[in-house]
């Protein structure tokens, strides 16, 4: 009953989101104009960001219920924000696909090697970071959690006197929000992936067309931001209050520290992604024009 209360939990969320953005995502090719074709593509690039983040925080939301009539609601709960994150970067995928392409019998775009890292930019790195923070740490409170998986304990007197607290993030939370985690990142990297190998949008210049991409990428490790830092900063508060209630002011503190650290930047990160990046029209191109002859 519990597998199956997981499995609809993480594969209905999945479902729904690539029938939301087949449903609202542009159909056709881009306009034959150049000020309308930047608005449209602009407009298609809102509207997947709108859906992707609308059913991540949905699924959390799902996740959270759910822990609440579940026998053991720490996994759910921990393993939330990383199925936020794995659905709004499935999301961001499926959304991806549904860019219109350049119209016309012949069709032409200019060759452009593009890596996962041009296009990342910063945020690849930083997102990067935050993980191998996050699997550290989830291993050092697996190690350091008492036989429970649950608790952290600390013996005083030679022995004689052990002090316990939770919830702690050892292992019975720690391996699915592993994995969870590990599913995220993955997701998180084909999304990022579809945006570099999507064709270019019509009638714009490589210019034009750089900065809607950077855009789109931009926002995908935005989101994948927000929810791991979030739930990093999420598993740092509950090991800093069960370390400090046994004394350990020393651990408990940097972790508390940690804490703060994650849930902010990462705040301040995907926040940064929200404003497009700027385009300008290239000089020479038509205001009015059709696709020509395409290679």
Avoid: N
């Amino acid at each position: 009953m519990h597998a199956l209360v997981i499995v609809i939990a993480l594969g209905l969320p999945v479902l729904i989101v690539a029938l939301i953005v087949l449903l609202v995502a542009q159909r056709g090719g881009p306009p034959h104009d150049l000020d309308a074709t930047v608005v449209a593509a602009r407009r298609h690039e809102t509207r997947i960001s709108a859906v992707a983040a609308t059913t991540s925080i949905v699924i959390a939301l799902a996740l959270w219920i759910a822990a609440a009539t579940w026998s053991q609601p720490g996994v759910l709960l921990g393993v939330a924000p990383f199925a936020a994150a794995l659905t709004f970067s499935l999301a961001r995928a499926v959304g991806e696909a549904r860019w219109p392409r350049p119209t016309g019998e012949v069709r032409s775009a200019p060759l452009v090697r593009r890596s996962l890292g041009d296009q990342g930019g910063w945020r690849l790195p930083l997102l990067a970071s935050t993980v191998a923070g996050l699997v550290v740490a989830l291993v050092v409170f697996g190690l350091t959690a008492a036989g429970d998986g649950r608790s952290v304990e600390r013996v005083l007197d030679a022995g004689r006197e052990t002090h316990s607290a939770g919830p702690y993030p050892g292992w019975a939370v720690g391996v699915p929000a592993l994995l969870v985690l590990a599913l995220a990142v993955g997701a998180t990297l084909v999304a990022l992936r579809a945006v570099t190998r999507r064709p270019p949008i019509g009638l714009l210049s490589p210019e034009q067309d750089d900065a809607i991409r950077r855009t789109s990428a931009a926002r995908v490790l935005a989101g994948a931001q927000l929810w791991v830092g979030v739930g990093a900063a999420a598993y740092l508060a509950f090991a800093a209050g069960a370390l400090l209630r046994v004394d350990w002011l020393g651990g408990g503190i940097v972790c508390l520290l940690l804490a703060v650290v994650a849930f902010v930047g990462s705040v301040v990160v995907a926040a940064t992604a929200l404003p497009s990046r700027r385009t300008r029209a290239a000089v020479g191109v038509p205001r009015t024009a059709t696709p020509g002859p395409v290679a």
